[in-house]
């Protein structure tokens, strides 16, 4: 079946570093991608998304590309501010609809 | 706005009780699903429905039960057959388009035993 793993956390960063966090998934056919944001004691909110090979999704700084050849989707972001501490889920959806499947999540402190 | 309403925030179990969870939303999304969130772990699917009057079992839907009786509305009930359900419970819904549409979450439920 279909599955997603994320790199394990926590990841800690001080105030304008680079963030990379890798998620690489496992599906037949060509899935949705996305990335979810946590913010302590929220639901999730929708961060961006791919819905084909070589697509990049990009929100609020943050982007992440389609790899089907490496079956990956990692989160990046040039320069974290504190206020981007929370958790982050990759998920993806299969060709046959819309029920998604989440990684464990990654949860980012960034200090001032 | 539209958008997911999940009530009650906070909520307490007695041993040996039912209670409900409830989930509404405005966004004429035709699928609504359950999910659990345990401590430092993923999501969890306990139950979805793409359209009224029908819903599937997700990957862990034992001791729970759903009704989905209005587009709108897609409540959870939590048995007393659930011998563990001190969790974090998010419902979303998405619409019934194919693959690629997201899926928009309430704010949660936070249930616990009393």
């Known amino acids: 079946g279909d599955s997603v793993t994320q790199m394990e956390g926590p990841v800690t960063l001080s105030e304008e570093a680079f963030l990379t966090i890798n998620c690489t998934y496992t599906?037949?056919?060509?899935?949705?991608l996305f990335w979810y944001v946590q913010y302590p004691g929220e639901g999730l909110q929708l961060l961006l998304k791919?819905?084909?090979?070589?697509d990049k999704g990009s929100n609020k700084g943050f982007e992440a590309t389609y790899r089907k050849e490496t079956t990956s989707f990692h989160l990046e972001k040039g320069s974290v501010q504190v206020s981007d501490s929370a958790v982050y889920f990759c998920?993806?959806?299969?060709?046959?609809?819309?029920?998604?499947?989440f990684g464990e999540g990654t949860q980012l402190t960034v200090n001032p | 706005d539209g958008g997911i309403t999940q009530s009650p925030k906070y909520l307490f179990r007695k041993e040996g009780q039912n209670v409900t969870l409830s989930c509404e939303q405005n966004l004429n999304h035709d699928a609504m699903y359950w999910y659990r969130q345990d401590p430092g772990q993923g999501l969890r699917l306990i139950y979805y429905?793409?359209?009224?009057?029908?819903?599937q079992k997700g990957d862990i839907a034992e001791g729970y039960s759903v009704s989905r009786e209005k587009k709108e509305s897609f409540p959870l009930t939590v048995t007393s057959a659930q011998k563990n359900p001190t969790a974090f419970y998010l419902c979303a819904s998405s619409t019934q388009t194919g693959a690629g549409q997201p899926q928009h979450f309430g704010d949660g439920t936070r249930l616990s035993i009393l």
């Open positions: 599906a037949t056919g060509y899935p949705s």
């Open positions: 998920a993806l959806s299969g060709t046959s609809g819309s029920r998604l499947t």
């Open positions: 429905s793409q359209i009224v009057n029908d819903f």
């Open positions: 791919a819905t084909k090979a070589d």
